[in-house]
């Protein structure tokens, strides 16, 4: 067992934000500074260096995290901590991660009622404002060659940080990332993606179990799970879901006419799902889904069905501010 550090590891995504992460990470620094919090900085250089870069730092002993970035930067660090955890035999509970929100999304930040703004984070942080959250576990197929844009994604297990999807979702997802990368931002991109694929997306068949009982068998358009409420910039297609309940929040959108798709649109930002008569929805510990079709957590396409998520019993420490 290494000697624990006191300080706060830092890992910075410069990209985030679209240039904005380092203006925020110097005033995020100066208040850390006043604040006499001890902390160390490391910058990530490419795509899921943070997850690398948080696994080593935890092996060195430190057990206290602050990722500056949006969803991603929260994802990656999430794995790197968890992974290291389950592979080194040390309780996930001895880490917390916490945030400076500086992504394009920020979706993670809205269930936990953090504020999007440095100052009020940095606050939330030195005021000692935490609370738990669920550990989930994915594990996926690889992504088949030449299926998607994801294709050559290999799989395995990650971990869940706050909401995944298939079908409608993983698609979405596919297409935001797409966008991003020719250098496109805000709430409307996620909005235009979900409208572009609802034309070019069809349904797929799956299976779904959740604790061992099969609550769908059939063709459906999208499929999301969640331990947080928020995603594609403010969505909620999981309403109920809490962080620290011990269950997963599922819901289904099965094939159904399209202008009967449409009229559901309104629902995933006004958290009136669980009210439609169209929409299935449901709580579990362990979900298994079969079909073909690709498989997003996070906003990062993991891997592809059949998938099977697990709420592992587990808790990682996260700042809490008010709630909704």
């Known amino acids: 067992m290494p000697a624990l550090f006191p300080d706060w590891y830092c890992i910075i995504n410069p990209h985030a934000g679209s240039g904005k992460t380092m203006p925020q990470w110097a005033i995020a620094e100066k208040l850390l500074t ?4 001890p902390f160390k900085t490391t910058l990530t250089n490419y795509k899921f260096h943070a997850e690398k870069l948080a696994y080593e730092a935890a092996q060195r002993g430190y057990r206290k995290f602050l990722a500056v970035g949006g969803d991603g930067s ?7 901590l968890v992974r290291y955890a389950e592979e080194a035999g040390v309780a996930p509970e001895e880490f917390t991660l916490s945030v400076i929100p500086i992504g394009s999304g920020n979706d993670w930040i809205k269930s936990l009622g953090i504020p999007h703004d440095t100052k009020m984070a940095v606050e ?4 000692g404002s935490f609370a738990r959250q ?5 594990e996926t197929a690889p992504v088949p060659d030449g299926d998607s844009k994801g294709s050559g994604v290999t799989g395995g297990t990650s971990y869940m940080a706050n909401i995944g999807g298939v079908g409608f979702d993983s698609h979405v997802c596919e297409r935001v990332n ?13 909005l235009g993606a979900l409208l572009y694929t609802m034309f070019h997306t069809k349904a797929f068949h799956t299976r779904i179990v959740a604790d061992g009982e099969c609550v769908f068998d059939g063709e ?4 999301a799970f969640g331990n947080g409420r928020y995603s594609g910039g403010g969505m909620r297609q999981v309403p109920m879901s809490e962080i620290d309940d011990g269950v997963l929040d599922y819901m289904i959108v099965p094939k159904a006419g399209l202008l009967r798709i449409l009229t559901q649109i309104p629902r995933l930002y006004n958290g009136t799902v669980n ?11 362990l979900l298994e889904m079969s079909g073909e079709n690709i498989v997003e957590i996070d906003g990062e396409i993991v891997g592809a069905l059949p998938l099977r998520l697990t709420m592992t019993g587990h808790q ?9």
């Open 134 to 138: 669920d550990i989930v576990r994915v």
């Open 124 to 127: 939330l942080l030195t005021a």
């Open 178 to 190: 797409a966008l991003k990368e020719q250098g496109k931002r805000g709430k409307l991109i996620y």
């Open 34 to 37: 006043a604040s006499s919090v």
């Open 275 to 285: 009210e439609s008569g169209l929409l299935k929805t449901g709580r579990c510990r």
């Open 316 to 324: 990682i420490g996260v700042p809490v501010g008010k709630k909704d």
């Open 220 to 223: 459906a358009y999208s499929v």
């Open 74 to 80: 929260v994802h990656e660090v999430m794995n790197g």
